[in-house]
């Protein structure tokens, strides 16, 4: 079945530092790629995505290429900031099927 | 207003009560989803519902049950609950590609 599999956290980063969360999948067919984000206390949302290869999905900065041949995803940030403190989860949607299937997480502290 | 809700917020119950927890959304979403999440285990799919007519159990559906009242709301049950239902409760709707998540309900079994 299909599974997302990204690195465990946490992860501790001062400001103005450079973010990589890596994110690898397996999957049937073609799947929509995703990362989500949680800020303390909230729900989880989007953040960016994919929906075919070489694609790479951005915003607020974050940027995520879609790469078939390594079925990876991962999650980049030139510069981070304290106000991104949160839990990225990376996810997959499979073709026809509507169900999301999530990573386990990985939480980033910014410290100033 | 939030486009997805969740009540109650927080719960703490004690085990062997039957607990409810509601979602209503405005998105005009057909699909609707329960997750819970864990730490370390990310989340992990309850049920899941298409339509009105059409609920789906997920991976862990064993001790819960789901209503879909209306397009609009999908509720949750413990019918017995227990100390392992202890976890934070997400509803989400799904559009195109996107799921909307609720706020979460912070369920305690004592």
């Known amino acids: 079945g299909d599974s997302v599999t990204q690195m465990e956290g946490p992860v501790t980063l001062s400001e103005e530092a450079f973010l990589t969360i890596n994110c690898t999948y397996t999957?049937?067919?073609?799947?929509?790629l995703f990362w989500y984000v949680q800020y303390p206390g909230e729900g989880l949302q989007l953040l960016l995505k994919?929906?075919?290869?070489?694609d790479k999905g951005s915003n607020k900065g974050f940027e995520a290429t879609y790469r078939k041949e390594t079925t990876s995803f991962h999650l980049e940030k030139g510069s981070v900031q304290v106000s991104d403190s949160a839990v990225y989860f990376c996810?997959?949607?499979?073709?026809?099927?509507?169900?999301?299937?999530f990573g386990t997480g990985t939480k980033l502290q910014v410290i100033p | 207003d939030a486009d997805v809700t969740q009540t109650p917020r927080n719960r703490i119950t004690k085990t062997g009560k039957r607990i409810m927890l509601e979602c209503s959304q405005t998105?005009?979403?057909?699909?609707m989803y329960w997750y819970r999440q864990d730490p370390g285990l990310g989340l992990r799919l309850i049920y899941y519902?298409?339509?009105?007519?059409?609920?789906n159990k997920g991976e862990i559906s064993d001790g819960y049950s789901v209503s879909r009242q209306a397009q609009a709301k999908f509720s949750l049950s413990l019918e017995s609950a227990i100390p392992n239902q202890t976890a934070l409760y997400f509803c989400?709707?799904?559009?195109?590609?996107?799921?909307?998540f609720g706020p979460g309900t912070r369920l305690t079994v004592l």
């Open positions: 996810a997959l949607k499979s073709g026809g099927y509507q169900k999301v299937t």
């Open positions: 999957a049937t067919g073609y799947p929509s």
């Open positions: 994919a929906t075919k290869a070489d």
């Open positions: 998105k005009g979403h057909d699909r």
């Open positions: 519902s298409f339509d009105v007519k059409d609920i």
């Open positions: 989400a709707t799904q559009g195109l590609d996107t799921q909307y």
